[in-house]
């Protein structure tokens, strides 16, 4: 079935700490990956992708890994902010019309 | 930097009555999304929207849902009846469409209430 889900729902870090986000993915098919941080009263704001034919990729602080061999993925956080505290989503992509499957979600709080 | 926008905020309706949710995507993207996030809950697929046309759309969208790009600007969501079940937020998307892997960016939504 379709399904992408996260590990842990809550992920509470010292500011200055690193954060890591997982989760796990049920489509053996999907080959496009996104992670997404929604902060309270907005929308899913576009965090870094990833293709199925790469294992990392680094943004700015960011790092996505994907383990398509254990359908996993993960989102780590370098030198976490309080900025950085909100609900983080990761969405897999699987067909051309590029519909997005999300997880259920982890929330991440900062703590100064 | 361009962003998607959507109309408006906040949207409180009677139940049975018709509500149109407005959404610009941003100007030179080909793929259209509308999404929905029940408080507390992960964000569902709606209906995807390319050429005029719905691409695909989920079980939730039935024929109480319509989609329209009535001019080269906007994307609608109609719903026909609603019901109470219909509250939620309501978000669009849209991507460049040069690939599926590209991302999709976000509007900040419309919270419907359904009284």
């Known amino acids: 079935g379709e399904s992408v889900g996260l590990h842990l729902p809550t992920l509470s870090v010292q500011e200055g700490d690193n954060s890591i986000i997982n989760c796990a993915y049920s489509?053996?098919?999907?080959?496009?990956f996104i992670w997404y941080k929604q902060e309270s009263g907005k929308g899913p704001q576009f965090i870094i992708d990833?293709?199925?034919?790469?294992d990392k990729r680094q943004g700015q602080r960011v790092t996505v890994l994907l383990n398509k061999t254990v359908k996993h993925l993960s989102l780590q956080i370098a030198a976490t902010q309080p900025g950085d505290s909100a609900v983080y989503f990761c969405?897999?992509?699987?067909?051309?019309?590029?519909?997005?499957?999300f997880g259920q979600g982890t929330e991440l709080s900062v703590k100064p | 930097e361009p962003e998607v926008t959507q109309t408006p905020s906040h949207q409180v309706t009677q139940m049975g009555q018709e509500v149109i949710l407005r959404c610009v995507p941003i100007s030179n993207h080909l793929y259209f999304y509308w999404y929905r996030q029940i408080l507390g809950q992960k964000v569902e697929f709606l209906v995807s929207?390319?050429?005029?046309?719905?691409?695909?759309k989920s079980e939730i969208f039935d024929d109480q849902f319509s989609v329209e790009r009535p001019d080269g600007s906007n994307f609608t969501l109609k719903i026909r009846s609603t019901k109470l079940e219909d509250s939620a937020m309501y978000f669009c998307?849209?991507?460049?469409?040069?690939?599926?892997?590209?991302?999709?960016?976000f509007g900040d939504g419309t919270r419907l209430s359904i009284l």
């Open positions: 990833i293709r199925s034919n790469m």
């Open positions: 489509n053996s098919a999907s080959d496009y």
């Open positions: 998307a849209s991507r460049v469409g040069t690939g599926h892997n590209q991302p999709q960016h």
């Open positions: 969405a897999e992509v699987y067909n051309q019309g590029g519909k997005l499957i």
């Open positions: 929207f390319y050429n005029n046309e719905i691409s695909e």
